[in-house]
């Protein structure tokens, strides 16, 4: 950092320096963090013990929140939901029992006793608890390689009440410790092609009962199954195929009409129970079974019988519904919260995660004892729920009640149910879960999502449903590991006439300061990262030198923008340490870029910060630029010798000249507000191609708290220079010397404006204005209209002017100077006595080159300053500094300070 008169120049906003906190408070807050994110007890944790130990009550059990302020106007709504989705929960019960091999009354009893347990528990007021096709086929798949449900079905039935066990405690246990992160890894595109996939195995699943077939695989590949379908063609029963068909179909006509018109949803819910009713009056009044057409078999009335003696450890078993119960409960985890959330979210409400862990585990557990198998929150059911206008939980105890009087008095009517009717059912409900449009549009947005997504679609049917999903997690896992291996990182630029730095890729047109080379680092620095972005950021930097040999312009600063590495181990902090030995033998000077509060304590722990300096620490770009703008070598004009650049690189063509009167739209302005007595104001105009921002931050710095600095920015317009293309600019410009053509109506516009910002000060300010390159050219310019009294265009000049600086400038209009001055008393005598001080960098021969000004030469400078002393200018004073290009030094920026300081007799400091 840069001294001025004893002074260091601060940054414009300072960094937080304070001792790290200790590690007891650290790690509470991450265990917090981690576990406890939302801290639901946070929110009445003043309230009286009794007062907290009831809402505490609530929180763990939701009835006793709703059910007191429940009332006759809110049961209406609920009382028709829960008979509209116990209409569809009877026929999909038994379908579904159908696909887990399971007897078809336990997905009748699977449809009374987890609703009830929900309604107590739950927390989402929409959900409607139920059985799923996917998780069916699963525990199918797994429970059956260890036990045929066809030799064995008491053993069979056992095992998978086991499973649901295993699937509640996991899920309960989930819940408790707040370990819902461990959903995440199942990702939306995992699951929609398990989804994809399990639906299309499924389908061929059900050609069975379709077809009317007796013998089948007991296989669930879909290689298996349709090799079954065509090896058992003689079994093929043209009657079942016609009926379930037209079935089929109806039951798609009503999913139309809903989608169509979602006012007519109670025509698709009460679809399959329509279809069922159908069928069984059809096989009862025609004797289907007695001409092979399979039916669903003997139903028993009553209810849910215990079970809580067939639960099945033994060593033997043990492992399979192990397996099917923590795969199945992750699954059913997975689906019901997201469905859950979803439909909270349509109706502006919350759903708590883990609450609902604690709900699905607790009545699959007691589920598991009740004879009931695996359930969570279907889709269809919770959809159908939705529309029906359900209000709360309630509307899960109204379907409890449908199903118990079912059980109780109407279960014995569904055993003539055809096999055909449950299969149109379960295609019906598959079809939707087949998602082409999805599929599609993860194919256009996102490649790798698409590859995960396919991996479980085509994995379920082809190898098996555990190995398509565990393929889809995998990969999942992969790409984040990807994310964190091989992080992103870019070069930043500054957008045109703002403070901001965004990626060049995605801002290709954005400015670069010579010499200085931003990077943003988007991920945390570990063991697994540190060694390639340690690799990465020396092959910007070669990169970076490759690009800028030809002019000389060589890094300085590499600018490591931190805001995105949340956090970093050991192996990161030394990486870091690598780094900065790296970057100091190739004569580069590492800056942080806003350090989040874990990496700054980490870092000042292991004593980096001490090692690089806390002086190279900022809290944005653009207070790191503001700063090193003094001490940097190469720094060009800013953008002035860019755009030249841009120039030579485009070849743009020459501008036609102007023919026609000019607009002129001056861009944003900066103030910078003194920070102790306001005795001057100052107008400081910044160069071409930059902005009144890049000065501002600048101008923050110095230690001159009196002055108020206006930073104006020039308009945009064609350059003669630059072959028309356009930049900001204070006046066109054909060639930086002596000889170069004037263009009075710009300059006359800009040193108006100039005027205009500073008409309003307060009578006892006094009024200066200054500037580097061009702007020193438009000061320069503006103070021979404050002499003459009138601007080029003859209109009277009425700023009195008080000190004038230019830096690395030039005098326009030299010519025709003296004439505005000879001969008139008064403008000679404020020429006389009008404080100027120009500043200039003079060529140096060094051994390989020459240093110097090489965009506005100090010639040009030198013959400006004669011009305006010999036409009457004799308060001026011309600083050469030798070597000093066309930027500043903080040499340059003292002699400024203390210049102000005296002539416009300022307070001290």
Known sequence: MAATNGE??????????????????VFRSKLKETFIPDDPFRQFKNEPLKKRTIKKIQYFVPIFEWLPKYNLGLFKYDLLAGITIASLAIPQGISYANLAKLPPVIGLYSSFVPPLIYAIFGSSKHLAVGTVAACSLLIAETIGEAVSPTENIQLYTSLVFTATLFSGLFQTVLGLLRLGILVDFLSHSTIQGFMGGTALLIIFQQMKGMLGLKHFTTKTGLVSVVEAIFHNRQEWKLECLLIGLAFLICLQITRYVKQKKPKLFWVSAIGPMTVVVIGCLYTYFSHAEKRGIPTVGPLKRGLNEISIHRLNFSSEYVMAPLKAGLITGMIALAEGIAIGRSFAIARNEQIDGNKEMIAYGLMNIIGSCTSCYLTTGPFSKTAVNFNAGCKTQMANVVQSIC?????????????????????????SAMLGLIEYEKYYHLFKTD??????????????????????????????????????????????????????????????????????LALQIGSPLYF???????????????EEHDLTKPSQNDIEYILLDFGGVTSIDHTGVEALVELRKSLDV??????????????????????????????????????AIGSLRFSLKTLKGSIDLLRILIRHLYKLPSSAGRAFRRTFEFGRTYVVRPKGKHQATIVWLHGLGDNGNSWSTLLETLPLPNIKWIC??????????????????????????????????????????????????PPNIKLGVGGFSMGAATSLYSATCFVHGKYGSGNQYSVNLSAVVGLSGWLPCAKILSNKIEGVEEAAGRAASLPILLCHGRVIVLVNCNAGDDVVSHKFGEKSSEKLTSSGFQNLIFKSYPGLGHYTIPEEMDEVCAWLTSKLELEGQ
């Open 528 to 542: 697994a990262n540190a060694n390639y972005m340690k690799e990465r950021i020396m092959r910007w930097v070669r």
């Open 586 to 623: 190739k004569g580069i000077k590492m800056i942080l870029i806003n350090p989040r509060l874990d990496v700054m304590e980490k870092l000042m722990v292991a004593h980096f910060i001490d090692k690089i300096g806390k002086d190279s620490v900022f809290l944005s770009i653009d207070d």
């Open 712 to 761: 104006p920015t020039a308009p945009q317009q064609p350059i003669t220079l630059f072959g028309g293309f356009p930049s900001t600019a204070w006046f066109d410009v054909s060639d930086l010397s002596e000889n170069a053509s004037d263009d009075l109506e710009g300059l006359d516009a800009s040193a108006a404006y100039v005027a205009s910002l500073l008409a309003n000060e």
């Open 403 to 427: 199903m118990l009087l079912v059980l109780l008095l109407l279960a014995p009517l569904f055993s003539y149910t055809p096999q055909l009717a449950l299969s149109a059912i379960i295609i």
């Open 447 to 516: 490649k790798f999502d698409f590859v995960i997504c396919m991996s479980a679609f085509i994995g379920v049917p082809f190898i098996s449903m555990d190995m398509g999903l565990i393929i889809s997690v995998g990969l999942s896992l992969v790409r984040a590991l990807l994310y964190i291996a091989r992080p992103t990182t870019c070069k930043l630029v500054n957008i045109p006439e703002s403070n901001l730095y965004r990626d060049i890729e995605q801002y290709p047109h954005g400015s670069t300061v010579p010499g200085v």
């Open 8 to 25: 260091s120049f601060n940054n414009p906003h300072r960094v937080n320096f304070d001792a790290p906190r200790s590690f007891g408070t």
